[in-house]
């Protein structure tokens, strides 16, 4: 590819909206460019990386699945079947622009965020008996999601490019055996091919809108992840944040006498580590009770060392309910008899339950809300002012420092930014559509589902997050935009170094070897140096005068920044 | 691929729903499913004939241009800025599809039908020198038009795959060179290599939305295209029926003395076919009479013979107006003093200009409405009924048997199913987004554009139109799903036809010569011969006890039926 031919071009400049790594690499490489938020246009040099990732995967879910491609438009009736329609909070739906439009035709559709609403009718229509399974099927497509805040480039956007795979089972064993045998080898296998295989690990999640069970996240280790990694030492044992069981650093003061409770006023005071300032006390010492209401209408109370924060998901589980919400101030109010901020244990209505986390035992003299409006009480303590507990949970979101609850082993943790991620589906998506089959013994019975996710234009985007230096992106050689970027120093087209460097380029395509031939000859060298560093292309050579007179090319590796003069015919036998 | 991987099956018999060729024929091999109207899922052979299609159209677009992938959600102002957003009667926007996504980012956008209104304004951000063109960039993605009556398969979808191609220029020639000499020749390599090339025309059409030139469409000639396709014998020049220019079978009678005008009744005739019948004359003989509003209110009317229709371009042009639609039933009886169906040009107001189509000239005692309700003149005559009309014009629908006004030859006329379009964009979008480039004497020049389509599920389509027989697709060679099928007939995967026709299949596999492997050997013969036929892969090879005594292999050739035996090394030399 001849770089004057690219319309796109780099830029020195990071834009000054730019709030991301990825984001700006691959804008000024000239890879990308932003049409708004969280949607960009991918340029030649983007569509090059992003066709050899989405090629790379495709081989890899060829050998677990068959290849479909699934219409962007959902019939909004599927969506009512799952419940979705009027959940998930992402979802876009498509109707028409203008009345000339509505008049051809009014109908609503689901823009689709992910395709088990069209996949699980499909499979359905063509598959009743256990004869039909096990079977897999994905698609490399472009999804819409209506992001809230996109602001990490590539990474999350309101329309990305995304592999999704769907498999189909006669039983959870074998959904078991395909996702932990088919699924995640072959998802290891393509993250190894493209560079990220011994930065990238496996790590339960949560199910989301998709299933109960943990899902398996693969996590690339990078510091500028958006997700934390709790790993317990010694282990494959790996946990995202949102839910690593923990155990809290203890902090106790047994020893303590008990002092008489006070209630102090702080009105105003914002923030655990203010009022701990305030109060001249530890922040451990300070309690967040927060007021929760079920999707019945209940009102819990969830009781955190002051350090910590309240995991809802946890909570739920505690609680055994579907859904949670913060309580709204008017509730607060009717149940503390205060305004928000003010809430505490000690003298809530008797049907308030409270859950206390395990962070908060131990603890001598402590605070709390006091449930007036402006004050907080100090010294309290278990047993004289509240009842002492009769079980502590686990309910807080973990933090560095804290360990696993049962080996006691303080985690490892990391950043990650999630490449991919696996979900066992159960039967939820075919007890929507009524999807059964009929088993050996006659007996119809429900169907086993997974599903797998890449999003391919967010693997480019963490690829940049984690391949580059201060001069630009350094794309690992199985999915870089070429594999040799040939800069010619001359000043026109008839001086030998030009001549040399072109028909080293047609060499190298003939040998099937991807270049990238700087022919823009009119501009500064410098500059043309910055873009090669800019791109990333792994191997760079420079033809010269000088060069000819040595050797004859300046090879350059653009991670190592090693360089070495070499012959034509030694640089060629490279690629053999 | 194994035919027990794919879970998608054929089936023997047509969907009660299906109204087109393509639509039957591809959803009875497995190629696709209707998800919808307009909108279908492709399945696993499908989605190998469409990336097969798109691969040898990256091929040939990599020649003249650059890839890039734009997004599907566009900025509402963009298409403001244009002019399109009110007025694109296909035109979808996407909107959150609940209150939670809603609150999440309530933004409205485009769902792209077309790119220029992303295109322009992207390459205008990275090019505004001479030294900057002309440049060229292409995509292959998903569409979105919301068309009234999705009938044809994936003819017209309401989702589709299409590769559009935009080219930027300094000057008009610049642009008719590259839409002449690079676009056109890429267009025609392509439909060479999908084996349409023969049987695909240039013809000019309607520049639509785009332009006021015309623009270029590519037709297959096929028996059930939508299209008709107007030639002028001996030469190249076709013109999509829209735009014919059209000279009249003439239907003279001048020797017939001028009879006595009569008013007659007619009322609740319909069709000039019956009111001829009703009035005992010839067809030819009648007059349709209809009125148009133009966009500032003025009523016109158009007569043609009332064997044609009137063509509202070619009307437009004649009146110089942009917009024109039928007078409503009050302007038509305020203006005639009659229903509608009764219009005639005798005793119109003085300001309703009358335009005469040349198909009416030279009759005599002819029949037009009365402006009376129910009423009919017959033995109409110029001079002495109405004014000798000035100037006859051509602003009638091209039929059969019309001739070139010009050359005066009789038109060849046959169907077509469009496969692309070329357009002349000229400065239309580079006008309303400001996009001028500056010249080399240092001066600010607008930009010319240029615009080409091919929409490669409707080229799957069309496919299956033109090549097919009763059994099933008759697939070209470069496009096939495979090249070939491969069917042993044997009753356990260890019996010898089974073994060695998995040997075979490993072989060309080896070869690079993709296959279909029929592994499903519970299934009858007779419906595995079934599915070959239906699929429609171009070389079908039977291995079983019978061909393994002879030579080894039976070799079909699914276009001519034509069967050989060979042995595995002879065949295997096909590809070699």
Redesign the interface.
């Known amino acids: 590819?001849f770089l004057s031919?690219?319309?796109?071009?780099t830029s020195k400049e990071s834009s000054s909206e730019v709030s991301s790594v990825n984001a700006d690499l691959l804008e000024r490489g000239g890879f990308i460019?932003k049409?708004?938020a969280g949607?960009?246009?991918?340029?030649?040099l983007?569509?090059?990386v992003?066709h050899r990732i989405e090629n790379i995967l495709r081989e890899e879910m060829d050998k677990i699945g068959?290849?479909?491609?699934?219409?962007?438009?959902?019939?909004v009736e599927n969506w009512r079947k799952t419940g979705r329609?009027?959940?998930?909070?992402?979802?876009?739906?498509?109707?028409?622009?203008?009345p000339?439009?509505a008049?051809?035709?009014d109908a609503q559709y689901?823009?689709g965020s992910t395709h088990e609403e069209?996949i699980t009718p499909?499979?359905q229509?063509?598959?009743s008996s256990y004869?039909?399974f096990p079977?897999a099927?994905y698609q490399i497509q472009?999804k819409?999601r209506?992001?809230?805040r996109p602001k990490s480039g590539v990474l999350r956007g309101?329309?990305f490019r995304m592999k999704d795979l769907y498999s189909?089972h006669t039983s959870e064993e074998d959904m078991l055996e395909y996702f932990f045998h088919k699924a995640i080898p072959a998802y290891q296998a393509f993250f190894s091919r493209i560079g990220l295989g011994e930065i990238t690990d496996i790590v339960l999640a949560s199910g989301g809108d998709f299933s109960k069970e943990y899902s398996r996240e693969f996590q690339t280790r990078c510091p500028t992840g958006e997700d934390h990694i709790f790993q317990i030492p010694g282990t494959d044992t790996r946990y995202n944040r949102e839910v690593a069981p923990s155990k809290a650093k203890r902090w106790e003061n047994a020893s303590e006498k008990e002092l008489p409770r006070q209630d102090v006023s702080g009105k105003g005071i914002i923030g655990v580590d203010e009022l701990a300032k305030y109060l001249k006390i530890e922040v451990e010492r300070t309690t967040k009770t927060l007021l929760f209401e079920t999707e019945n209408g209940k009102v819990v109370a969830a009781a955190v060392r002051g350090d910590y924060d309240v995991n809802e998901a946890k909570l739920r589980a505690v609680l055994g309910c579907k859904a949670l919400a913060l309580a709204p101030a008017a509730v607060v109010k009717e149940v503390t008899g205060a305004e928000v901020g003010y809430a505490g244990p000690i003298g809530l209505p008797e049907n308030v339950r409270v859950v206390w986390d395990e962070s908060t035992a131990g603890r001598r003299n402590f605070e709390c809300g006091a449930n007036k409006t402006g004050e907080h009480s100090v010294n309290v303590n278990f047993g004289r002012d509240i009842p002492e507990p009769k079980e502590f949970f686990d309910i807080k979101v973990a933090r560095e420092g804290d360990a696993d609850p049962k080996t006691e082993k303080e985690y490892t943790v990391y950043r990650g930014s999630e490449v991919g991620n696996v979900f066992t589906l159960y039967t939820k998506f075919s007890d929507s559509f009524g999807f059964k089959f009929m088993d050996k013994d006659g007996k119809e019975k429900p169907v086993y589902m997974g599903c797998y996710g890449i999003g391919t234009t967010r693997v480019l985007g963490v690829l940049a997050e984690v391949f580059h230096d201060e001069h630009g992106v350094l794309w690992p050689e199985n999915v870089a935009p070429a594999r040799v970027h040939i800069i010619p120093l001359a000043k026109k087209e008839s001086d030998a170094p030009y001549k040399e460097a072109l028909s080293l380029y047609k060499k190298l395509q003939k040998q099937g070897v991807d270049c990238l031939f700087e022919d823009r000859i009119?501009r500064s060298v410098g500059s043309r140096m910055a873009d090669a560093d800019l791109i990333g292309v792994p191997t760079r050579v420079v033809v010269s005068e000088k060069t000819l007179a040595d050797k004859g090319l300046e090879v350059k590796d653009r991670r190592t920044g090693e360089i070495q003069m070499l012959s034509v015919a030694a640089f060629l036998k490279r690629f053999a």
Not at 39 to 44: A, D, K, W
Not at 66 to 75: D, H, I, M, R, S
Request: charge should be negative; hydrophobic fraction near 50%.
């Open positions: 590819m031919q690219i319309f796109a071009k460019h049409t708004m949607v960009y246009s991918y340029l030649p983007g569509v090059r992003l068959t290849e479909v491609f699934l219409p962007a438009l959902a019939p329609f009027d959940t998930v909070n992402v979802l876009f739906q498509a109707i028409p622009a203008n000339f439009s008049r051809h035709n689901v823009l069209i499909l499979v229509h063509f598959c004869q039909d079977c099927a472009t819409f209506n992001e809230p309101r329309e189909f009119n």
